[in-house]
């Protein structure tokens, strides 16, 4: 994704309406595609929601967002977020979409206040179990979806003790089983499928960065990156990942050795 100076500095301040509806509350999170921010629907008494914005650096950007919109409008699952609308602004050329307001931490965040960085088995299979949910739901559409960026920082654990949600949308795909995209420019290091890398994505991509998030959040570990473990494989050095149960006792043989 290209950034330049003016897309990281120009997060608009507290106050802006945005297309004459949205008041601007504060800045949850701001990037080199633009921002997120917390908004108050002018139309709508009390509520808060989270308005995510792209600046149009490109055709390819644009599309991916106007992808993601789409793809979550659709969507009906406890442990996604809802998406309401999308719109542009040609004035500033900008692309907005307004989804629910989450408030929590990641699961990244509190991973790395946890003693050794990791969770007990337990807690982490409670986290897990509406992720695990709500991947098989989108594999189940049709065609499926394939989030491809499942990792601990995009999942959110509410403030509310509601159960944890799955988000960032970025670089979803549909599943094309003719297709050979990767998403290996945007996927992240340790948690991107060894497809990804080379002949394109599927179910299996998802299924990988379940199971890579699981190691971090049970070892305190990132596991080491796919192109790195097939880079030791193909030239018969084995596999540099070491067992889960390894690096904590606490985790069962079996439970490693899925």
Known sequence: MRCNVQDVH?????????????????????????????VRDQRVRGNLFALKEMIDTSRQERA????????????DHPALPRVYRSFENETNNRSYMLMDFIEGPNLETLRQKQPQKRFPLSQVMSMMAPIVQAISYLHKQRPPIIHRDIKPANIIVPSTGDQTVLVDFGIAKEFDPDSTTTAVRRCSPGYGAPEQYNRGTNNRTDIYGLGATFYALLT??????????????????GDPLEPAHQLNPDIPVHVSDA
């Open 64 to 75: 991916r967002f106007s992808f993601e919109s789409e793809l979550l409008t659709r969507l």
């Open 10 to 38: 120009s997060a608009l301040p507290i106050g802006t309406v945005i297309g004459d509806r949205y008041n601007v509350v504060g800045l949850l999170g701001k990037g080199g595609f633009g921002a997120v921010y917390l």
């Open 220 to 237: 305190g570990v990132v596991p080491d990156d796919a192109f790195y473990r097939m880079t030791n494989l193909g030239s018969g050095n």
